[in-house]
């Protein structure tokens, strides 16, 4: 079976790969809309690239790039399309979809193939809850006819270069009547996705300034701070967040200053190896949700854990 | 500018309860509310009619109580309000819930702009607007964290890396993030006021649809908390130490510091 | 925010999908705007109630409709009915168990609807659409220095000479001294004056305003007091010296003031006991909260049934409460929004007098249990708990009507005027 990837995101695009490893694909082939550098970088991880120049076509628009993606899927012959679960690959995935008449599904965690066929675990009720969906009720039958899955970041290891694919450019003819007036770049989250130990800063946090004892915290235990969504959306002390709908982490350690622990935030930390949370309020929800917690006023608390931690 | 907004009535996921023994949610009666993107889109759109005038039109497509949200629609100010109902609707998966939602537009006929949530507030498929961009062949942009429409619309759409910043024609479909406003609070005589007026009410089947859905939802279940909850009292600044070091104790042997 | 108790559902009190949206609407305003900022306006208030008043809340409120609900929407009311003023005070003490912002609200919607009762149009179209606003106070100043539950007693004196009445006299205890001085408007109080003979007969009651359009009237003399509690609204008393205002401003009838203000009283008495069973709410989620959390000797604090069965009977209690609350408000919309013939105001004194009686004793014996069972974390500042405890404590001590008054009301009416004298 042929499985294709794409993701406009570098290291989504190998975790993707592996996932697609997982489905057992006798066949990965990648989409690329970019640069011939792109192409070449995907051919070290894929059977095949299929490619559309981006230089063609211009920056990211929905449309127009949903238009380049259907040209490549029916230049091979897919039966599964794995998309990065981004905002940009979501919304093409959703297009695609329509376009071929073939289901796709989003937030997936997991998914394996079955004689039902492709089989997701996606976040149910924003990441409270798992939900096991079954993707199509017809199994594959058509010709370039993929189902479409949104793999979520962070879920899959990155796969290695093995590969030396070979690179067949695709081309597309789109009028757009849509202009890129300016693209500016945010400046991501220090890393958090990767980081093994996360410090995040929450609402218990009265002041910006005071985000320099949380970052005194992160470096005595050798990680990188994180905000809440109020935070960053609200009081744009961050560019990101930590939750659903931001990054989500993964960390062998969270700690979580001043947060109070609403679904939202946990479901972004909830593969935390172990959780630990500093809150003045003994009720704080993230208390169920630790496995270690101090109750207790942050801007006394944290200067001793820094104290301690440095003895 | 006339504008049609996508709006769901649904689970409030911050009372939804599980089944302490299966982990199941438990659906059956829980409450619900107007998404909260969906609310952001039906602020933005009349947020422009205040300014250039015209009409706000809402489609709304669900199970019979997704009626109830028409009261809160007109209490924040929108025109005229359509709704498609199914008992079988809380089944739809999004590519049902699009088409559904192209027909009824279909119905209303002329429009300038169709705004909607980028996510809906319980399922956050991120994929209705897309599909209704899609089926309708129109441009679509997501994520919008401001609109500005002034001789034309310019979108700046979130984009995870970076913001784009569009020029759209119009017709388009824009999906809104949470960022892009904060919604009026509708006053108790704007809520009088929209109780009186009536709405535009459909079955599914009015519309030559039948429930049909290729994503089938075999299970839910919210996986079990299990963490240890150690909890140290720290407010007491003489056993504040104390507490302390039980806790990095812990930690060490967790090895994680 | 999730909430730990359930609003029980009820065949009997039941409220419309517009009663229910707008409570939505209430609580969302106030879980935004009200919720994270009640405790640092009840520290900054403590400090100096007069400058760190809550102004700009208090702007937001009446912006959202939160002032004035029953009164006309021609009036800048709302054009609601009295249970919707009750479910707005009862939302506000939810977000807010110092109840001050509570308290806030329900008077400036208590006395502006008694205001549209018994004032002309001129004074309505004048004073309540700034009330509604959020730019005037309106409250009551009945009590004085020598006694409050005596209202027959009172003895500031209004002289009518030519087309204005003069005050003499002196008002203490009275909500609202601070507001008028600082809001923008200024606003003043439904307050009773002798204008006729002694006893019950020679009282009116006068739309009082200490400011208006921010003008302080000459005359008028105010301190305010440093309260225990509910710091957000301000609590003092005020000198009248040859104050002037004029006629227009009498109330009702010359000399029927008594039972108007005793109207009145009703009135603001529903929807002080909807505070109170608003903050009692906040209370019983403190201690559900608590209750999942903390552990002692090994087991959840509640499996102690000293301390699960006081809480169930605690929590019958808030029921009741709720129930005659509610009772007391359609009775009220029966009386004045429907005008039901077969009813008249006097019909409200009893099932008032349960609410006002039963609502506060609950809602403070319950704070006393929810601090016992927090243990020495209540004591501390740190905890919120003693500032829901303080607040409604104000009308067990006897606010708006004193506790063993409702009880007169209430024996009295049963027994007989004569077997109780």
């Given at each position: 079976m042929e499985i294709m990837v794409y993701s406009e995101n570098e290291k989504l695009f190998k975790e993707l790969v592996t996932a697609a490893s997982h489905l057992n694909a006798s066949r990965i082939t990648s989409a690329v809309i970019g640069s011939k550098e792109d192409a070449e970088k995907a051919a070290k991880y894929t059977d095949k690239v299929l490619f559309v120049d981006s230089s063609e076509l211009?920056?990211?628009?929905?449309?127009?790039?949903?238009?380049?993606?259907?040209?490549?899927?029916?230049?091979?012959?897919?039966?599964?399309?794995?998309?990065?679960?981004?905002?940009?690959?979501?919304?093409?995935?959703?297009?695609?979809?329509?376009?071929?008449?073939?289901?796709?599904?989003?937030?997936?965690?997991?998914?394996?193939?079955?004689?039902?066929?492709?089989?997701?675990?996606?976040?149910?009720?924003?990441?409270?809850?798992?939900?096991?969906?079954?993707?199509?009720?017809?199994?594959?039958?058509?010709?370039?006819?993929?189902?479409?899955?949104?793999?979520?970041?962070?879920?899959?290891?990155?796969?290695?270069?093995?590969?030396?694919?070979?690179?067949?450019?695709?081309?597309?003819?789109?009028?757009?009547?849509?202009?890129?007036?300016?693209?500016?770049?945010?400046?991501?989250?220090?890393?958090?996705?990767?980081?093994?130990?996360?410090?995040?800063?929450?609402?218990?946090?009265?002041?910006?300034?005071?985000?320099?004892?949380?970052?005194?915290?992160?470096?005595?235990?050798?990680?990188?701070?994180?905000?809440?969504?109020?935070?960053?959306?609200?009081?744009?002390?961050?560019?990101?967040?930590?939750?659903?709908?931001?990054?989500?982490?993964?960390?062998?350690?969270?700690?979580?200053?001043?947060?109070?622990?609403?679904?939202?935030?946990?479901?972004?930390?909830?593969?935390?190896?172990?959780?630990?949370?500093?809150?003045?309020?003994?009720?704080?929800?993230?208390?169920?949700?630790?496995?270690?917690?101090?109750?207790?006023?942050?801007?006394?608390?944290?200067?001793?854990?820094?104290?301690?931690?440095?003895? | 500018m006339d504008i049609i907004v996508c709006i769901k009535q649904s689970y409030d996921v911050q009372q939804l309860k599980f089944d302490p023994k299966t982990g199941e949610p438990m659906l059956a009666g829980a409450p619900r509310k107007m998404s909260d993107m969906d609310r952001r889109a039906l602020e933005e759109a009349l947020k422009i009619k205040e300014n250039l005038g015209g009409t706000v039109k809402t489609v709304t497509v669900g199970p019979p109580e997704s009626r109830d949200v028409v009261k809160e629609i007109y209490a924040m100010g929108a025109d005229e309000a359509f709704v498609v109902t199914d008992l079988k609707l809380d089944k739809a998966d999004p590519d049902l819930t699009a088409k559904i939602i192209v027909e009824t537009i279909k119905k209303i006929r002329n429009f300038d702009l169709i705004l909607a949530g980028a996510a809906s507030t319980d399922d956050y498929s991120w994929q209705i607007p897309a599909k209704v961009a899609a089926l309708l062949d129109l441009p679509f942009f997501p994520n919008a964290v401001s609109m500005t429409v002034d001789g034309g619309l310019v979108v700046e759409s979130d984009l995870g890396d970076a913001i784009y910043k569009y020029k759209a024609p119009l017709p388009s479909v824009v999906s809104v993030s949470l960022e892009i406003n904060e919604p009026r609070i509708p006053t108790l005589s704007a809520i009088l006021k929209a109780s009186r007026k009536q709405f535009m009410d459909f079955y599914l089947q009015d519309l030559g649809l039948g429930v049909v859905t290729e994503l089938e939802v075999r299970k839910v279940v919210m996986p079990k908390v299990e963490r240890k909850n150690v909890v140290v009292e720290a407010t007491d600044p003489s056993k504040m130490e104390d507490g302390i070091k039980k806790i990095l104790d812990e930690l060490r042997k967790e090895n994680v510091i | 925010m999730e909430r730990v108790l359930e609003y029980p559902k009820d065949p009997v009190i039941t409220f419309s999908k517009e009663e229910e949206l707008f409570r939505q609407m209430v609580r969302e305003f106030c879980e935004k705007h009200i919720e994270p900022n009640w405790i640092e306006v009840d520290k900054a208030a403590e400090k100096d109630p007069m400058n760190n008043m809550p102004v700009d809340l208090i702007k937001k409120m009446g912006q959202q409709g939160l002032f004035c609900i029953p009164c006309s929407e021609e009036y800048g009311g709302q054009g609601g009915t009295y249970t919707m003023a009750t479910i707005a005070t009862e939302e506000v003490a939810y977000a807010d168990p110092s109840v001050a912002l509570a308290v806030y609200a329900l008077l400036n919607n208590g006395w502006p609807f008694a205001l549209e009762l018994f004032g002309n149009e001129e004074i309505c179209q004048e004073i309540l659409p700034e009330v509604a606003k959020g730019n005037a106070f309106f409250g009551i100043a009945s009590t004085e220095p020598q006694g409050g539950s005596d209202?027959?007693?009172?003895?500031?004196?209004?002289?009518?000479?030519?087309?204005?009445?003069?005050?003499?006299?002196?008002?203490?205890?009275?909500?609202?001294?601070?507001?008028?001085?600082?809001?923008?408007?200024?606003?003043?109080?439904?307050?009773?004056?002798?204008?006729?003979?002694?006893?019950?007969?020679?009282?009116?009651?006068?739309?009082?305003?200490?400011?208006?359009?921010?003008?302080?009237?000459?005359?008028?003399?105010?301190?305010?007091?440093?309260?225990?509690?509910?710091?957000?609204?301000?609590?003092?008393?005020?000198?009248?010296?040859?104050?002037?205002?004029?006629?227009?401003?009498?109330?009702?009838?010359?000399?029927?003031?008594?039972?108007?203000?005793?109207?009145?009283?009703?009135?603001?008495?529903?929807?002080?006991?909807?505070?109170?069973?608003?903050?009692?709410?906040?209370?019983?989620?403190?201690?559900?909260?608590?209750?999942?959390?903390?552990?002692?000797?090994?087991?959840?604090?509640?499996?102690?049934?000293?301390?699960?069965?006081?809480?169930?009977?605690?929590?019958?209690?808030?029921?009741?409460?709720?129930?005659?609350?509610?009772?007391?408000?359609?009775?009220?919309?029966?009386?004045?929004?429907?005008?039901?013939?077969?009813?008249?105001?006097?019909?409200?004194?009893?099932?008032?007098?349960?609410?006002?009686?039963?609502?506060?004793?609950?809602?403070?014996?319950?704070?006393?249990?929810?601090?016992k069972w927090y243990g020495a974390y209540a004591f501390t500042k740190e905890a919120p708990i003693f500032r829901a405890w303080l607040g409604p404590f104000s009308y067990v001590i006897g606010a708006e009507g004193a506790q063993n008054i409702m009880r007169v009301i209430i024996a009295r009416d049963l027994i007989g005027k004569e077997f109780i004298r």
């Open positions: 211009g920056e990211y628009k929905p449309k127009e790039y949903v238009e380049a993606l259907c040209n490549i899927v029916k230049g091979s012959d897919p039966q599964v399309l794995l998309v990065g679960g981004t905002h940009k690959g979501n919304a093409l995935a959703a297009m695609l979809s329509v376009k071929l008449g073939e289901p796709s599904v989003t937030e997936v965690s997991d998914l394996k193939i079955t004689e039902e066929g492709l089989m997701v675990l996606r976040s149910a009720f924003g990441g409270v809850a798992v939900a096991e969906v079954r993707v199509g009720k017809k199994v594959f039958t058509k010709v370039a006819s993929p189902k479409i899955a949104c793999v979520k970041p962070g879920f899959f290891a990155p796969a290695e270069e093995s590969k030396n694919g070979e690179i067949e450019k695709i081309s597309v003819d789109v009028k757009s009547s849509t202009e890129v007036l300016e693209i500016k770049k945010k400046e991501t989250g220090a890393g958090l996705e990767d980081a093994d130990v996360v410090v995040v800063a929450g609402r218990g946090v009265k002041k910006k300034e005071d985000l320099s004892l949380i970052e005194d915290l992160a470096k005595a235990l050798g990680g990188v701070v994180g905000v809440t969504r109020p935070l960053s959306a609200d009081l744009h002390w961050a560019p990101t967040w930590v939750g659903m709908s931001g990054i989500a982490v993964k960390p062998k350690l969270y700690v979580g200053v001043g947060v109070s622990g609403q679904i939202q935030h946990i479901a972004g930390i909830r593969n935390s190896k172990v959780i630990m949370a500093v809150n003045t309020d003994p009720n704080a929800p993230i208390f169920e949700h630790a496995d270690y917690g101090i109750v207790g006023d942050l801007y006394q608390v944290v200067p001793k854990l820094i104290e301690m931690l440095k003895s | - | 209202v027959a007693g009172i003895r500031t004196t209004a002289t009518k000479k030519g087309d204005v009445y003069v005050f003499n006299g002196e008002k203490a205890y009275i909500s609202g001294v601070g507001e008028v001085q600082r809001l923008s408007w200024g606003g003043g109080w439904f307050l009773v004056a002798r204008t006729g003979g002694p006893g019950h007969q020679g009282l009116s009651a006068f739309a009082f305003l200490a400011r208006k359009n921010g003008e302080l009237g000459k005359g008028w003399n105010p301190t305010i007091y440093e309260d225990i509690g509910r710091h957000g609204l301000t609590t003092g008393g005020f000198i009248m010296n040859d104050f002037e205002l004029e006629a227009k401003y009498l109330l009702g009838e010359e000399n029927k003031g008594f039972y108007h203000v005793m109207e009145g009283f009703n009135l603001a008495r529903i929807v002080v006991a909807a505070a109170t069973i608003g903050a009692a709410r906040w209370l019983l989620e403190k201690a559900v909260e608590w209750f999942r959390s903390r552990k002692l000797f090994g087991r959840n604090i509640s499996s102690f049934q000293g301390v699960s069965f006081k809480f169930a009977e605690l929590y019958a209690r808030w029921e009741a409460a709720r129930y005659f609350v509610y009772r007391a408000s359609r009775l009220a919309d029966k009386v004045y929004m429907e005008k039901d013939p077969s009813l008249n105001p006097k019909d409200l004194n009893v099932p008032v007098a349960l609410a006002k009686n039963y609502g506060p004793e609950t809602c403070v014996d319950l704070a006393e249990e929810v601090m």
